[in-house]
C-alpha cells in the first residue's frame, strides 16, 4: 500500500500528515471518512500546552465532543514513539474512548508511548503548529482558538 496523507489546513498554511495505517487502520479509516465528511472544518484547537501538544477535532470546541459514529478500540503499539510531530488519537480515561479528536506533539512524550494510539506524522508544516495559540493554565484550554479551515485527504 502506498503511503496516504492528508492536509490539513490553517490560517497560517498546510500542515502535511503522513497517515499509519500500518498500526492504526481503524483509527486512519475513521480520520479520512471524517474528513471526507467535512467534519472538521472549522473545528478548533481548544487545548494547546506549551511544550506538549495541540489538541483539535471536537466540534462543540469544549474537548467533550464525538463524531456520530461510534468510539474506537484502542491500538496500541510500542513500535511507534510519540515524537514532535506525532498525531495521536485524544481519549478519556477509557483506553477504547477515542472516536475524532486528535493531538499534535510539539516534543517528545514517552510517557504515552503503547498507551494512546498513534495515526500519523506531520511531515511538512510542523512550524504552523508551533504557532498555534497557547491555552492557559493546566488544561491549556485557549480562549480564541485557532481552527482547522479544511482536513482533507491528499489527492
Not at 498554511?13 to 465528511?37: N, T, W
Not at 500519523?120 to 481552527?147: A, F, H, N
Request: aromatic share 8%.
Amino acid at each position: 500500500m502506498s503511503d496516504e496523507f492528508l492536509h490539513l489546513e490553517l490560517e497560517s498554511g498546510r500542515v502535511v500528515i503522513k497517515l499509519r495505517s500500518d498500526i492504526a487502520p481503524k483509527h486512519v479509516e475513521r480520520v479520512k471518512m471524517l474528513a471526507e465528511e467535512g467534519f472538521y472544518d472549522n473545528t478548533p484547537f481548544h487545548r494547546v500546552i506549551e511544550g506538549f501538544m495541540a489538541q483539535g477535532g471536537d466540534p462543540t470546541g469544549t474537548g467533550t465532543g464525538g463524531s456520530k459514529h461510534p468510539n474506537l478500540p484502542a491500538e496500541f503499539t510500542r513500535s511507534a514513539k510519540f515524537v514532535r510531530g506525532t498525531v495521536g488519537a485524544a481519549r478519556t480515561g477509557d483506553p477504547n474512548s477515542a472516536n475524532c479528536q486528535f493531538f499534535i506533539m510539539f516534543a517528545p512524550a514517552p510517557h504515552l508511548d503503547g498507551q494512546y494510539t498513534i495515526w500519523g506524522q506531520v511531515t511538512e508544516g510542523m512550524d504552523l503548529v508551533d504557532r498555534l495559540k497557547r491555552g492557559e493554565g493546566g488544561g491549556g484550554t485557549v480562549r480564541t482558538p485557532d481552527r482547522i479551515k479544511s482536513l482533507r485527504l491528499a489527492s
